[in-house]
C-alpha cells in the first residue's frame, strides 16, 4: 500500500530526530561516550542518553511537525553557538546574560518544497515514481507484526524515501569530518525559518514552543524580523539584523527527492568561527614568541 502524507510526515520526523541527535555527536557538543550507536535506514547514527537532550530534542521536533502540518516553513535549521564564556544550556538560550551567542555552524534543511495538504486529504495515499517499490516495501513490517514484535522505526518506510534518508546520514558524517573542530562550550538550537507570503504569520500562541532567533539570524521583511530589530535598538544592541545568515562559507550536502516529496541541505559556517579561529591563532603566535 502507497505511503500516506501523514507517513510520508512520519518518516521526515524520525529523520530529523536522528539527524540532530547525529549531528551532536559529531560535533562533540556533549561527550561521545554519552551516545548508543544504532543502525538507522541501514546506516550508522547515534542517540544521545543523557534524558533532557532526549526530551528536548523530542518536544522541538514536535512543535517542527506542527508547522511543517500548517505548511508555513521554509527552513529548518540546526543552530550550534558558542557563548564564549564558558556556559551552556541543553538546546536554548536567550541571547541575554554574560555573552550574546556566536554562532558557529547551521544545518540548513530547506523544505520549501514540502507539500502543503488540507487536513481531510492527509490520510490519502502518495503515489511515488516507482509504484513497484510502494508495493514491496512493507513485508519486513508485517513480518514483524506477525511475530509480535515491534517493528523498527524505518520498517514501514518506502524504500526509495529510505535510500535517500541513507545517503543524507552518509553525506552529513563525511562532510562534518572535513570541517574544523568546534570551541569548547558550545551548545545548540533549532530554528525555522518561515514563508515569506502574506498569510504566513509567526507561531505565536499559549503555551508557545516557539521564540524570536536573535536579530542576526532574522529575516529582513518579516513582521517579527522588524519588531525585535526595534526592540533591539531600543537597547542599543548593535547587531545587524541577518548579518548571520547564510554565514561565510556554505557546503552543499544532499538534496533527498523522492516523487513530490523533496527537501535539501547544507552547512554554512559563520563568521564568528574564523575569527575565533584566527584569534587562537594569534594568541598562540604570541604564546610562542
Request: proline fraction near 5%; glycine fraction near 10%; charged fraction near 25%.
Given at each position: 500500500?502507497?505511503?500516506?502524507?501523514?507517513?510520508?510526515?512520519?518518516?521526515?520526523?524520525?529523520?530529523?530526530?536522528?539527524?540532530?541527535?547525529?549531528?551532536?555527536?559529531?560535533?562533540?557538543?556533549?561527550?561521545?561516550?554519552?551516545?548508543?550507536?544504532?543502525?538507522?535506514?541501514?546506516?550508522?547514527?547515534?542517540?544521545?542518553?543523557?534524558?533532557?537532550?532526549?526530551?528536548?530534542?523530542?518536544?522541538?521536533?514536535?512543535?517542527?511537525?506542527?508547522?511543517?502540518?500548517?505548511?508555513?516553513?521554509?527552513?529548518?535549521?540546526?543552530?550550534?553557538?558558542?557563548?564564549?564564556?564558558?556556559?551552556?544550556?541543553?538546546?536554548?538560550?536567550?541571547?541575554?546574560?554574560?555573552?550574546?551567542?556566536?554562532?558557529?555552524?547551521?544545518?540548513m534543511?530547506?523544505?520549501?518544497?514540502?507539500p502543503?495538504?488540507?487536513?481531510?486529504?492527509?490520510?490519502?495515499?502518495?503515489?511515488?515514481?516507482?509504484?513497484?517499490?510502494?508495493?514491496?516495501?512493507?513485508?519486513?513490517?508485517?513480518?514483524?507484526?506477525?511475530k509480535?514484535?515491534?517493528?523498527?522505526?524505518?520498517?514501514?518506510?518506502?524504500?526509495?524515501?529510505?535510500?535517500?534518508?541513507?545517503?543524507?546520514?552518509?553525506?552529513?558524517?563525511?562532510?562534518?569530518?572535513?570541517?574544523?573542530?568546534?570551541?569548547?562550550?558550545?551548545?545548540?538550537?533549532?530554528?525555522?525559518?518561515?514563508k515569506?507570503e502574506?498569510?504566513?504569520?509567526?507561531?505565536?500562541?499559549?503555551?508557545?514552543?516557539?521564540?524570536?532567533?536573535?536579530?542576526?539570524?532574522?529575516?529582513?521583511?518579516?513582521?517579527?524580523?522588524?519588531?525585535?530589530?526595534?526592540?533591539?535598538?531600543?537597547?542599543?544592541?548593535?547587531?545587524?539584523?541577518?548579518?548571520?545568515?547564510?554565514?561565510?562559507?556554505?557546503?552543499?550536502?544532499?538534496?533527498?527527492?523522492?516523487?513530490?516529496?523533496?527537501?535539501?541541505?547544507?552547512?554554512?559556517?559563520?563568521?564568528?568561527?574564523?575569527?575565533?579561529?584566527?584569534?587562537?591563532?594569534?594568541?598562540?603566535?604570541?604564546?610562542?614568541?
Open positions: 500500500m502507497a505511503p500516506t502524507y501523514l507517513d510520508t510526515l512520519a518518516a521526515f520526523t524520525s529523520f530529523l530526530t536522528a539527524y540532530t541527535h547525529t549531528l551532536l555527536y559529531l560535533r562533540a557538543l556533549y561527550p561521545r561516550s554519552s551516545f548508543a550507536h544504532s543502525r538507522f535506514h541501514n546506516t550508522s547514527v547515534h542517540q544521545s542518553r543523557h534524558p533532557l537532550v532526549c526530551d528536548w530534542i523530542r518536544d522541538a521536533i514536535a512543535a517542527v511537525r506542527e508547522e511543517l502540518l500548517a505548511g508555513t516553513v521554509s527552513r529548518i535549521g540546526i543552530v550550534i553557538f558558542w557563548l564564549g564564556d564558558g556556559s551552556s544550556s541543553h538546546g536554548h538560550t536567550d541571547g541575554g546574560g554574560a555573552g550574546s551567542p556566536q554562532i558557529m555552524e547551521r544545518y534543511l530547506d523544505v520549501s518544497a514540502f502543503v495538504v488540507e487536513k481531510g486529504e492527509r490520510n490519502m495515499e502518495i503515489e511515488w515514481d516507482d509504484a513497484a517499490s510502494a508495493d514491496g516495501h512493507d513485508g519486513g513490517a508485517a513480518d514483524g507484526r506477525r509480535g514484535k515491534e517493528p523498527a522505526l524505518d520498517a514501514d518506510v518506502d524504500v526509495n524515501l529510505s535510500e535517500q534518508f541513507r545517503a543524507a546520514f552518509i553525506t552529513l558524517t563525511t562532510r562534518s569530518s572535513q570541517l574544523a573542530p568546534l570551541p569548547a562550550n558550545c551548545s545548540f538550537n533549532i530554528s525555522m525559518e518561515l515569506d502574506a498569510d504566513v504569520d509567526p507561531p505565536i500562541g499559549h503555551p508557545q514552543p516557539w521564540i524570536p532567533v536573535q536579530p542576526s539570524l532574522q529575516k529582513t521583511g518579516r513582521k517579527g524580523g522588524i519588531q525585535a530589530n526595534q526592540d533591539a535598538a531600543k537597547r542599543g544592541d548593535k547587531i545587524r539584523e541577518g548579518q548571520d545568515l547564510g554565514g561565510v562559507r556554505v557546503t552543499p550536502m544532499r538534496t533527498v527527492e523522492v516523487g513530490v516529496f523533496r527537501f535539501e541541505t547544507w552547512v554554512e559556517e559563520g563568521k564568528a568561527k574564523f575569527e575565533l579561529d584566527q584569534t587562537s591563532k594569534g594568541s598562540f603566535a604570541s604564546s610562542g614568541g
